[in-house]
């Protein structure tokens, strides 16, 4: 009995052994055959030394798809701290060649980690640089591939387009706007290494490519941006202001053509520029009083309102109104008298105004400040928009409605004030602004998303719409921005004047001067606004500082944007002081000895005494006095 049980308990304990013998085998074919790749990938996590590829950050391109930021291929410095061993010598050694701190990259020689990037020396080395820390073949060093941004134009656009960080991420401008869209995934080199941390010598490195950001394309015309870029430069030695700004829009779009911010900065060395100066792009974040630029709001909100003829209805300018105990004086002395409201505008007497402001009402005058975007941010498209300053309504009392009329007493920004005039110039209609234009595939081009013109909403109607162009033009012509006028083109503007506050006072002789215009204004095509803060000169006038460089942006681009003359324009208000002007006659054919003009002067060429040809042409126009070259043969 005693052997029977025997038998059956060692045939048991066979079983049981049989049981888990093919139990090992099973798993063992499960783990070698079946989830061999799974494992296998989870001992080379333990091998491997990942080490970053930074992928290429998208380009950003102007109207025309120039180059205005993209990256180029650069190189940086990667250790592995375990296989390092003299970290004090090889931190001395580093910081000699990259110029960097030897106790910050000493720590980082020493840190408990598989792989660490040396920052922020040893990040975008140059040629030179990674020659040298090749030479040292110190082991655990590598040099791995990366990006640099780079800003071909310097300060050209500069906080307009802003910078990147040492980790090629967007920090200001549309840098930041549209980081989403321009980063890219980074790739990797995967070392293999052995428990020690010694290189495999038959593990091949692993590449895995870094990824492509999209290219983002802007309204920004360069042609233009040059031409106001060059200006504004000029501007700046001229008169050395604390700062400048400058901003064109297409007003039947709300697209910036340019956009300009003094002084500026290069985004290339972003580092070497305070914080204050490279995240502060004036034309949507500086707000300030308008002055008399806003006086075209009040003017088109009384036309709208059918409040007067501004060809036939009168108002006398005795040189000032009283409002509530206040004096509010007209900048001539003893007024300008008589005047339609047409010359209230085109004299920017104050006093006029607080008259239109008294017959638009308080409730009136709000509405249409609201409705033209004014005390709200403008949705541009860009980082760091400033929404002005505007009274509540029930804060504004007659004094404060009187001053706002003719632009005090509120804060605006310049590009809010660019779209509420575009508004005015462009039929009526209120649009969103906006600088990118597209985003496109960084290798195709071909287009992911294409921005569209946003109407926020009509504001006057076309009819005042054609008066205000038909007033501003005489402003130019006939008022304070005669020296914007360019003979055979339409331009209208308005300048502006206004005191500088600081803590709720205004500074004496502390003032920013601007102009804003647009051409032609039979069919405008662009708006300019420029504006200067304190210029160190004893001029201080929107008209005499500003209006000059308006006019000097305006031929440039009426030769870019091949805009045709017209001969309807407003002819000048002539002074003294204008320049006289002489259209030149035909002179091919005549004898030499016969012309007697005597407004210009004239240099011979060649031999005889009958002209063959002339310059400057039949027709050209030319300044009294200037010399013609004539070129003679018998």
Known sequence: ????????????????FLVVFVLILAKLFYEQIINHENILAKAEDLWERDFNISGTRGSILDANLEPLAYD???????????????????AKQMATIIEGDEANIYEQLTKHVSSQKILPE??????????????????????????????????????????????NQGLSGLELQYDEYLSATNGSVNIGFDAKGNPLENYDDKLVDGGEGNDVVLTIDSNIQSIVEREMDVLMEKYEPDQALALAMDPNTGEILAMVSKPDFDPNNYQEYSAELINRNLPIWMSFEPGSTFKTVTFASALEEGLFDMYADTYMDNGYEKVEGATIKSWKAGGHGLQTYLEVLQNSSNPGFVDIQRKLGLDKQYEYIMNFGFGSKTNIDLPGESSGIMFSKDAMGPVEQATVAFG????????????????????????????????????????IMQYEPTEVRDVISEETS???RDALEHVVALGGGSNAYIEGYQ????????????????LSN?????????????????????????????????????????????????????????ETQIPKKTSYLDPVTYTLPSYVGQNVGDIKDT????????????????????????????????????
């Open 510 to 566: 502390e003032y920013i001067l601007s102009m804003i215009a647009a051409l032609p204004m039979d069919d405008p095509e662009i708006v300019l606004y420029i504006a200067v803060d304190s210029p160190n000169n004893d001029v201080q006038y929107g008209g005499t500082v500003i209006a000059p460089v308006i006019g000097n942006c305006f031929e440039d681009i009426i030769k870019y944007l091949e805009i045709k003359p017209n």
């Open 72 to 90: 180029v291929a650069s190189t940086s410095l990667v250790v592995v701290p375990s296989l390092i061993e003299e970290p004090e010598v090889l």
């Open 491 to 506: 331009i209208g503007g308005k300048t502006g004047t206004a005191q500088k506050v600081e803590n709720g006072a205004y």
């Open 599 to 634: 407004q210009v002067s004239f240099s011979n060429q060649g031999e005889g005494s009958v002209v063959v040809d002339q310059f400057p042409k039949e027709g050209s126009v030319v300044m009294e006095g200037s010399e013609v070259y004539l070129y003679l043969n018998d």
């Open 122 to 167: 040893g990040k975008q080395l140059d040629a030179k640089e990674a020659k040298e820390l090749e030479a040292l073949e110190a082991a655990g060093v590598y040099l791995v591939q990366d990006s640099l941004r780079y800003y071909p134009n310097e300060n050209y656009l500069a906080q307009v387009l802003g910078f990147c960080g040492v980790d």
């Open 408 to 447: 005090q007493g509120l804060s605006v920004t310049p590009i809010q004030l660019v779209t509420a005039f575009s508004a005015i110039i462009n039929g009526g209609t209120l649009y969103e602004p906006y600088i990118m234009d597209s985003m496109i595939q960084h290798d195709t081009r071909d287009v």
């Open 1 to 16: 009995m005693l052997k029977i049980e025997n038998k059956k308990r060692m045939k048991t304990t066979f079983i049981l």
């Open 466 to 468: 054609d008066l205000m």
